[in-house]
């Protein structure tokens, strides 16, 4: 199972660190391939005066402390084609965001790196369309093939995160885990399934509550990996709060899921 944790945006190294040491056992389950996640910058938060992350440069630093300290391997998302080659020298996966996931250049240049690509499905977009991203990404690494194994073997990830549902209100369709898995290995990305965007007076919203049951549910229907934001204390962190699951919760979470994975037969 892949298994990518750790905290929504870089608070800072204390936090960091923090968080990263509650993750180590995750790292040594060897039936657990382990991404350590974080974001040096959020470019897309709602609001100009929301906390964005240290940036580029500290935020890479920082990243790559983790890696020297724990050995993780890790995760983080671009916004930008620029991006790409700096933080690709830095991370095992380039994380395209949601809103971004059919920006060409930004698909390409995450290709050209030696990184696994994940893709995340646009809120916006039905799940059969997130083939072409893939597509993008094969294409710029000389891959004429096409399906789950050629992405697997190229590298190539996609993740589901919800599909909006009106104003400011997420839905998961399980069917999309399905539909994206011919294309790619699917992530299914528990924690911002549950949130509510824009729905906080300039901040998203959510309902931790509900992180656990989609993804039992989603491990029932058959992913290859989950995808959870963790803190110590998502009351008061810095970015997706509501949404975010508690570092004590976690372990029982992922728990469940084995359970299930380790009694279906896909």
Not at 88 to 108: K, M, N
Not at 147 to 170: D, H, I, M, P, Q
Request: proline fraction near 4%.
């Amino acid at each position: 199972m892949i298994l990518i944790a750790g905290p929504c945006v870089i608070e800072s190294r204390e936090s960091l660190f923090r968080v990263a040491k509650e993750l180590i056992k995750y790292h040594e389950d060897k039936s657990i391939d382990f991404y350590f996640k974080s974001s040096f910058d959020k470019a897309n938060r709602t609001s100009i005066e929301s906390f964005r992350g240290p940036g580029l440069e500290e935020g890479l630093k920082l990243l790559d402390e983790v890696r020297s300290e724990f050995g993780f391997k890790l995760l983080t998302d671009i916004h930008d084609y620029t991006q790409a080659k700096p933080v690709g020298e830095v991370v095992d996966v380039l994380q395209i965001p949601a809103f971004l996931c059919r920006q060409t250049d930004l698909l390409i240049a995450a290709a050209k790196t030696k990184c696994v690509v994940n893709i995340k499905k646009g809120q916006f977009l039905n799940p059969s369309d997130m083939k072409y991203s893939v597509k993008k990404v094969l294409d710029a690494r000389g891959v004429k093939a096409s399906g789950f194994e050629a992405a697997k073997k190229c590298g190539v990830w996609l993740t589901e995160r919800g599909s909006t549902f009106g104003y400011g209100n997420l839905v998961v369709d399980m069917r999309a885990l399905g539909i994206m898995r011919e294309f790619a290995p699917v992530i299914f990305d528990a924690t911002h399934s549950v949130q509510m965007p824009g729905s906080a007076e300039g901040k998203s919203g959510g309902k931790r509550e509900f992180v656990a049951p989609l993804a039992r549910a989603a491990a029932a229907v058959g992913v290859d990996g989950f995808f959870f934001e963790t803190h110590f204390n998502p009351c008061e962190a810095l970015c997706d709060g509501p949404n975010m699951l508690d570092l004590k919760e976690l372990d029982i979470v992922i728990k469940s899921i084995e359970n299930i994975q380790n009694s279906l037969d896909f």
